[in-house]
């Protein structure tokens, strides 16, 4: 219900579940939109900050952090990278072959910086400018009476926490499990400066890594911001249930094992990057800066109505919850938020469950879809098998195609009007100049990738 201020104005109210990236940034951006608002947290502040690993890397690909300047202003000078050297490689033992290699520039600028960090930056800011917030465990007959409190209520528990008070969208949701399994470490001991992984990208640490095997799986390697430690890197494995990998992730279980599953994987299966890997150390200072899991991909119908018939809305990895091989999820959460922040501010009227719903149908379109798609072509799902045996040959000779193909991670709309082989090899053409068949005729294997340093 609405609160009356002192100056006899009334402000409505707004209830917040879950203070990770999602309710930290709808806490303020609401708060800023003249809203009194209430967040909820199963954690306190210092404990949201030092005591639990961040929920992902959260890399910000280029737009997104368009969205999130409307909620707060950008504080991070350090991981902000340009582009990423990719190297795919096939077969296994002596089959093993390096397939190709593009070194990319996005054409944009990707953020990486701990969510820990981005989150208590808004919390932090949120308090100073008068928001409340509530330390406890959140159950659904606490929500119930929490939403009949409040104008506008929204739940930002995460892919767990009350997700299960919104029923699975089934025509949403492509996967019955996790697609991959995942291991997520923060490691120190090599700046962002030229010299990094110099002989891979004359860049050095202006671009990331990403490292494809198409029997095990994939391996990000990324200049990122920690939140004590500053200039680091995070890696992410993102391990095929089948392959060599999965396994291995079983044997994580601190940072120190996280890094030596990391550092055994690059010896064996990335020997160039091998000794570099080997270099860099876990930081001490923050245990738990180390993540292991899978998501199952999910979309939910993001609006409910407890039992009390009170309405709630989910928001981030609650209302959908990607794989983060294509670095979907809190880029989403991100524009999600924003515009329903914009939306809430200019809506004079109650907020129903009809008026929610509308809010993330519109959201689906902007880019729920779009980010559902782009994940299941990085997860190299069946449905993209053309898109992908075109795509990335032609990125491997053409930089605007590379460029193109990790344009979709800053805004993967692109991707939902390419349905055909036709549409593919038409964009192909488009976007590198010159006839897809030529440019795809041109591509051989690599055989071996060359570092800079020897082919300079
Ligand atoms: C390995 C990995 C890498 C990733 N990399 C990227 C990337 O590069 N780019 C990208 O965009 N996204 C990435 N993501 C996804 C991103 O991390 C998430 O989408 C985002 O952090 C979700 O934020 P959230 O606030 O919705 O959820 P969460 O961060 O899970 O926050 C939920 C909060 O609610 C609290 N909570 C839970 N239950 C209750 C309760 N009952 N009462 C009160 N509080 C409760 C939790 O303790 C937590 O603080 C990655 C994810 C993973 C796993």
Redesign the pocket.
């Known amino acids: 219900m609405a609160t009356e201020s002192q100056d006899n104005t009334t402000r409505r109210t707004a209830a917040i579940?879950?203070?990770?990236?999602?309710?930290?940034?709808a806490a303020l951006g609401l708060l800023d939109a003249g809203f009194d608002v209430t967040l909820?947290?199963?954690?306190d502040r210092a404990a949201?900050r030092d005591k639990?690993p961040?929920?992902?890397?959260?890399?910000?690909?280029g737009k997104?952090r368009e969205f999130d300047a409307e909620i707060i202003e950008d504080l991070y000078e350090v991981s902000n990278t340009t582009g990423i050297s990719v190297r795919l490689h096939a077969g296994s033992g002596d089959e093993r072959t390096d397939v190709l290699t593009f070194n990319p520039d996005y054409g944009y600028v990707a953020q990486?910086v701990d969510?820990r960090l981005r989150?208590d930056d808004r919390l932090g800011r949120f308090l100073e400018r008068g928001g409340r917030f509530e330390v406890?465990?959140?159950?659904v007959e606490r929500a119930d009476e929490i939403a009949a409190d409040a104008d506008l209520t929204l739940v930002?528990?995460?892919?767990?926490?009350?997700s299960s008070l919104f029923p699975v969208d089934e025509s949403r949701t492509h996967y019955r499990e996790p697609q991959r399994r995942?291991?997520?470490v923060t490691l120190t001991g090599l700046g962002h400066g030229p010299d990094a992984f110099a002989y891979r990208s004359a860049e050095g640490g202006n671009h990331s890594l990403f490292n494809l095997d198409s029997e095990n799986g994939e391996i990000?390697v990324g200049p990122f911001l920690h939140k004590d430690a500053g200039a680091t890197w995070s890696f992410?494995v993102f391990a095929k249930p089948d392959g060599a990998w999965a396994p291995r992730i079983d044997d994580a279980t601190d940072a120190i094992s996280a890094r030596q599953v990391i550092v055994d994987i690059f010896a064996e299966f990335f020997p160039d990057d091998a000794p570099t890997i080997r270099s860099l150390q876990v930081i001490e200072s923050d245990p738990v800066s180390w993540?292991k899991?899978a998501?199952t991909p999910t979309v939910r119908q993001a609006v409910a109505t407890t039992a009390g018939g009170n309405v709630l809305a989910a928001?981030?990895?609650?209302a959908i919850?990607?794989d983060?091989v294509a670095?979907?999820?809190?880029?989403?959460?991100?524009i999600q938020v924003a515009e329903l922040v914009k939306a809430a501010a200019a809506h004079d009227g109650e907020f129903t469950a009809e008026w929610l719903s509308a809010e993330f149908e519109k959201h689906w379109e902007r880019r729920g879809q779009a980010a559902v798609e782009v994940t299941r072509l990085y997860l190299g799902d069946p449905d993209y098998a053309t898109h992908l045996e075109l795509s990335f040959p032609a990125a491997a000779v053409s930089p605007p195609i590379g460029s193109a193909l990790f344009g979709l991670l800053s805004d993967p709309n692109p991707l939902l009007t390419l349905k055909t082989r036709e549409d593919v090899l038409g964009f192909i053409t488009a976007v590198s100049g010159e006839p897809a068949e030529d440019v795809i005729g041109r591509f051989e294997p690599a055989g071996r990738f060359e570092s800079i340093a020897v082919s300079a």
């Open positions: 579940i879950g203070a990770g990236l999602a309710g930290t940034s909820y947290s199963d954690k949201l639990v961040p929920t992902g890397v959260g890399v910000l690909f997104s990486a969510l989150a406890g465990v959140i159950d930002a528990t995460g892919k767990g926490g009350l995942l291991l997520q990000f992410i993540l899991g998501v928001i981030g990895d609650t919850a990607v983060p670095g979907q999820g809190a880029q989403g959460t991100l």
